[in-house]
Structure formats: structure tokens, C-alpha cells
């Protein structure tokens, strides 16, 4: 059986993995810039995180702009915020075609490689999550978001296309990540909450699932984050045969557990801005217990944020989200529940 | 016989019929789209009025609904614009002549900070398709260029899309400005985060919690 999901299943205590290392950026004074360009200070963010918090695993930046620079896209790096990409690579069947897959020599790759790399050398008390984009989400960045959610049904083929030169460029990114000796890695697919669940299966599943046969094995896990999916995308995500599924604050987390089988792992799903970054202590408390309440009894249930923790979030806050986790947890255990 | 023809554009804006070339909806593969349609019934004598309130507002309103109901996705949805957006190109000049009159001028901007534009692109391709005239200024737009546009179009009305709980609170500068430029600027706000609530506190004229609700906002605010 799978490493990852068996020590979810079998520990004996309730689990908690925010995606986070904005904190672990803030708290070693960096700035975003320099930990998304570079990859000693990527790490030294990630082993921030690792050492100071008590939690399930940790996680690398959740960029989701990397992929796309790699191919060619133009990208923002602002100072201290996320960065984005701006404009679009391609927009018809003839750049579409043209358009070529990048090695991994290009953009930050490399540095994303090597703070990998150091975190998985460094880190050993708990696995470290590599993170990469989904296929769609890829294609709609290099596309235009707006314009690739109509094209895939006006020009089907240039986009199915493009999700196979995606998929291809991040099969063998997610094997370099795998090679770094990481435990698994994060594929983020949040644009493909926004379709019905045919077209999710066919424009994102079909092509998650390339990544997942490719690389998901006993030790190498992977975590299919889709924080768009609103309900009807649940057993397309299923369907992708990633071990460990992740939600965003948009869904009802007590329903998604209905909706998936057992032994595959189910993770979410706290407002990141308006509850961790905006919310008092004590709204991360109430929120944290509630959702734990909701949730009770289930073994593949590990709480965490709806999506990657942003910038600005109070260290106090993620606190109180452990403190939360571990008094529940020891309140259940002395209750036997 | 306009009323075939305004039937016919109507099931091409509601199903997102675009053209001819267009292999979407398969059930209409091959028959010509909004864009043919709306050529060959200003040919035979339909009003560009008849085609806007007859079979672009009337079909829009229908995909709204049936959004807001779950019942079709944002990719359907905005196939339903573009092809009220293919119709629309070959009523463009009857605007221009003043032969038809619009609703009003619409400007529409995502707030600064904040990139997310899906909903706003939505939107804004509602109201065109509701008779108004839009005018996009994209993402991470400024309070200067909120400004600089109302100067330009004093008697538009403004809308404000936030998807971030972080970037809904720029929100209120920019009305703020945009309301001591030009006095009396009606402004109306939307995207997930906000509720009613929060656009009152904000100084804002309304807020729409879907497309729908929106263009019937500016309707009340036009009329
Ligand atoms: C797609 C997406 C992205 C894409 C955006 C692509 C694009 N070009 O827009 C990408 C990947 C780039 C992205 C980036 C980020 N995102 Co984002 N993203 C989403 C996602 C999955 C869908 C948003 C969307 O398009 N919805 C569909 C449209 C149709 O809905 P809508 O925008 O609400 O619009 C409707 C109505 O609100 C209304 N409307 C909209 N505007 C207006 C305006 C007016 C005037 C009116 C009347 C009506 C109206 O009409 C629309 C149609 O019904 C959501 C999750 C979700 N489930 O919502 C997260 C989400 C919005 N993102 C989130 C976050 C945190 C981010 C990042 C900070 C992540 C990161 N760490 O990098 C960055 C932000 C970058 C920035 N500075 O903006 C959070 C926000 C949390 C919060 N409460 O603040 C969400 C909710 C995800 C989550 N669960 O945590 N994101």
C-alpha cells in the first residue's frame, strides 16, 4: 500500500496540513521574489515551516507560474506578492502547434529542482510535498483562462493538443521532482472546478492521470488540488487515481467525504484569506472546530487550508489552527470517540 | 417571418451557436450561427432593435437563468456570449449611426491586486448582450483608471469585480474617487467574496451576486 496513505490511515492521532510557506517566507525575512527565484531561500522557507510547526508534511510554493514560464510565457514578479502571468503564448491551432516543450534547464525550473532537492535532503522527520500545475490550469495560462473554457469546445482538437504538450512538459518536471527524493507533489487544478464533470474528466482527469501513472507509486504520492470544483467535478478527481485528494473552501467537505472511497486520502478545507488571513484566533478556532466536527470519524479526513496559505497570514493564526487540531484530537482520544 | 429569424438567432445565442465553423452545439454542427443569422435578418428587413430585445436579451436572459441554476457551466455560458458577441458585431454600426439607441455605457474593471477575470469577462459580455455599451479596462486596474474613464464617460456606470477577500476592501477607495470625480456615478459591485451588506458599507449602489441580478441592477439604475 501506498506510505502516505497508510500513515494517514493508521495514526492513531487527527492530522492537519495547511499548504503553506508564505509564513515560513515572512519569518525568515525574506521576500517573495527571493524565494521564488531562489532556491536556497525556497528551502530555507520550507525547513522554516517544517521546524516550527507540527504538522502532517510539508509543502514547496505552490507557483503557478513557473510551468508556464518555462514555456515561454511572460511573467510578474512583484516584490511581495504571488507571481502572475501576463498575456497570452498562444491563441490558435497554428501557435498551438508550433509550440514547443520545454527542457527543464528552462526559467526557475532549475531553482525549483534544487529547493526540492535541499528539502528532501534535509528534511527527514516528515515527507516533503513537491507542487506543480495542473494540465489545464497550464494550458488555460498559456491559452488565456477566459478564452481556453470556450475553445475546448470551438477548437476541441488545438486544445487537446495543447493539454498533451502541457502534459508531456510536466510528466517529466514531476519525474525531476521525484528524483529529488521528495514524497510526493501537489498538482494544482483549480481552473478545472469551473467545468461540468464530463468536461473535467476529459480536459483535466484524462491528462492528470498521464501524470499520476507516470510517477505515483508506494513512496511518491500524489495530491490533486482543485480548489474551483464546486460539487461537480468530485468523481472526475476521483477518477484521476491520485491517492490524495484536495478541496477548497468552496464545497462541502461532509458530502466529498460521501462521494470518495475510503482509502483515498481527503484533505481541506479552511478559507485561506477569510479565515486564516483575516480571521481573529478565535475564528480559526470556531472554524477549525466546526469543520472537525463535521467531519469526525473519518481515518482518510486530514484538515487543512482550502488552498496555498497567501501572504500576510498571522503566525497566531496557524497556531491556533494546531493548538485546535491537537486539543480536539486529545479530547476525542480521552473520550474514546 | 422576422419572427423565424429571431427565433432561430435566439436557440444559436442560447445553446452558443457562434457561426457556421463552429462544431458547437454538435446538435447544430453545420447549420449556420448567430453570425450568419443575424447578417441574413438585417438583409431581409428585421430592425437591429427587433434582433437586441427580441432574440439577443431574450436568449441571455434564458442562459443566465439556467447558469445561476446550475444547469450549464462557465464554458457553455460564455459560448452563449460569443455568439451574442457575433451577432452584435453587425449591429455595431446601427449604434454608432445613432439609429439604435444602447442602454448606457457600462465601464468594467477587475480591482487592483486582483487578477481573477473569468467572472468579470462574464459579466461584461452579459451586459453587452443586455444593449449596453462596455467598456473592459482588463485586471489590476488602478484607481487613476477607474477615474481617468468615468472623465471620459460621465454619464456611464461603473462596475467593480473583487474575487479576493484581500482586494474587495480596494474597492472602497476607488468608489471613493470615482464618486468625487464625477459626482452622482452610479457603481455597482460583484464577485464571489461580497455580499449586499459589504457593498453598502463600501458606498456602493449595488451589488449583484450573478450576472442576472446584475443586469437587472443597471436596469433599475437606467430606467
Ligand atoms: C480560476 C481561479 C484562479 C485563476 C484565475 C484565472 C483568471 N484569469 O481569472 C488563477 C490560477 C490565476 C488564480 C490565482 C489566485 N487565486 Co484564485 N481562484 C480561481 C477559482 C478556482 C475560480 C474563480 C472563477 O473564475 N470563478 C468563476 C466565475 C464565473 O465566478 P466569479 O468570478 O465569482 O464571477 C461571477 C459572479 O461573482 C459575478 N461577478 C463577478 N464579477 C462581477 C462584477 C459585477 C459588477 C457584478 C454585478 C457581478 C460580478 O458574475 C460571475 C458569473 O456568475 C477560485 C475558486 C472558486 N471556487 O471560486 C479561486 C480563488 C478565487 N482564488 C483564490 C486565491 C487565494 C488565489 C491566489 C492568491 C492563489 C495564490 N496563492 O497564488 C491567486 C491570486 C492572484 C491575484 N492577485 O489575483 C481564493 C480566494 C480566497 C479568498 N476568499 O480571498 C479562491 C476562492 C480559491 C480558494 N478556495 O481559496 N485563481
Not at chain 1, 15 to 33: D, K, N, R
Not at chain 1, 264 to 290: D, H, S, W, Y
Request: hydrophobic residues 45%.
Amino acid at each position: 500500500m501506498n506510505k502516505f496513505t497508510q500513515q494517514v490511515l493508521q495514526s492513531p492521532k487527527l492530522q492537519a496540513l495547511p499548504i503553506m510557506t508564505h509564513p515560513g517566507i515572512e519569518a525568515i525575512g525574506s521576500t517573495v521574489y527571493e524565494a521564488v527565484t531562489n532556491g536556497h531561500i525556497h528551502y530555507q522557507a520550507i525547513r522554516y515551516i517544517a521546524d516550527n510547526f507540527d504538522t502532517l508534511a510539508c509543502t514547496s510554493i505552490m507557483d503557478l507560474t513557473v510551468e508556464a514560464e518555462a514555456f515561454g510565457a511572460k511573467i510578474n514578479l512583484p516584490e511581495n506578492e504571488v507571481p502572475s502571468v501576463s498575456g497570452r503564448l498562444v491563441s490558435d491551432a497554428e501557435s498551438v502547434a508550433a509550440l514547443e516543450i520545454p527542457t527543464l534547464a528552462k526559467g526557475r525550473i532549475p531553482q525549483y529542482l534544487l529547493a526540492n532537492r535541499l528539502a528532501a535532503e534535509n528534511i527527514k522527520d516528515k515527507p516533503v510535498f513537491s507542487g506543480c500545475i495542473g494540465p489545464f490550469s497550464l494550458s488555460g495560462r498559456l491559452y488565456d483562462m477566459s478564452e481556453i473554457m470556450a475553445a475546448i469546445y470551438i477548437y476541441p482538437e488545438t486544445i487537446l493538443q495543447l493539454l498533451s504538450k502541457c502534459t508531456g512538459f510536466l510528466v517529466s518536471y514531476c519525474k525531476a521532482l521525484k528524483a529529488t527524493g521528495t514524497q510526493g507533489v501537489v498538482i494544482a487544478e483549480p481552473a478545472a472546478g469551473l467545468l461540468s464533470g464530463d468536461d473535467c474528466m476529459m480536459f483535466s482527469t484524462n491528462f492528470v492521470k498521464q501524470i499520476v501513472d507516470a510517477v505515483q507509486d508506494d513512496s511518491f504520492t500524489v495530491i490533486l488540488h482543485n480548489c474551483g470544483n464546486t460539487g461537480y467535478c468530485t468523481e472526475a478527481m476521483v477518477a484521476s487515481g491520485a491517492r490524495a485528494l484536495h478541496f477548497g473552501n468552496a464545497i462541502d467537505m461532509e458530502k466529498v467525504i460521501e462521494q470518495c472511497p475510503g482509502d483515498v486520502i481527503i484533505m481541506g478545507n479552511l478559507n485561506p484569506v477569510a479565515i486564516f488571513q483575516q480571521g481573529t484566533e478565535e475564528a480559526v478556532r470556531k472554524a477549525t472546530r466546526k469543520l472537525l466536527e463535521k467531519t469526525a470519524g473519518h481515518k482518510n479526513f486530514v484538515i487543512s487550508s482550502g488552498c496555498d496559505l497567501p501572504p500576510h497570514v498571522p503566525e497566531a493564526n496557524i497556531r491556533a489552527f494546531l493548538e485546535t487540531v491537537e486539543h480536539y484530537d486529545f479530547l476525542c482520544v480521552s473520550r474514546v470517540c | 417571418m422576422s419572427s423565424d429569424f429571431l427565433e432561430k438567432l435566439s436557440e444559436c445565442v442560447e445553446f452558443g451557436k457562434i457561426n457556421l465553423a463552429s462544431p458547437y452545439p454538435p446538435q447544430m454542427k453545420g447549420l449556420p450561427g448567430a453570425d450568419e443569422i443575424t447578417r441574413e435578418a438585417l438583409q431581409a428587413g428585421v430592425t437591429p432593435t427587433e434582433i437586441l430585445n427580441d432574440a439577443l436579451i431574450v436568449a441571455m436572459n434564458k442562459v443566465g437563468q439556467k447558469f445561476s441554476e446550475n444547469k450549464i457551466f462557465v464554458p457553455q455560458m460564455l459560448l452563449s456570449a460569443k455568439a451574442m458577441s457575433a451577432s452584435m458585431v453587425h449591429l455595431k454600426p446601427y449604434f454608432a449611426s445613432g439609429a439604435v439607441q444602447r442602454r448606457g455605457i457600462f465601464i468594467i474593471g477587475t480591482v487592483f491586486g486582483d487578477l481573477h477575470d473569468i467572472g468579470k469577462n462574464l459579466f461584461a459580455m452579459m451586459v453587452e448582450g443586455a444593449g449596453w455599451e462596455v467598456i473592459d479596462l482588463g485586471i489590476d486596474v488602478k484607481t487613476e483608471k477607474f477615474v481617468e474613464a468615468v472623465e471620459r464617460y460621465p454619464n456611464a456606470v461603473v462596475g467593480i469585480s473583487a474575487l479576493l477577500t484581500t482586494t474587495m476592501v480596494n474597492m472602497k477607495p476607488v468608489i471613493e474617487a470615482v464618486k468625487s470625480a464625477v459626482p452622482g456615478t452610479k457603481i455597482i459591485v460583484g464577485g464571489a467574496p461580497l455580499s449586499a451588506e459589504f457593498a453598502v458599507s463600501i458606498g456602493a449602489d449595488g451589488y449583484g451576486k450573478n450576472p442576472q441580478e446584475g443586469i437587472m441592477l443597471l436596469d433599475k439604475i437606467s430606467d
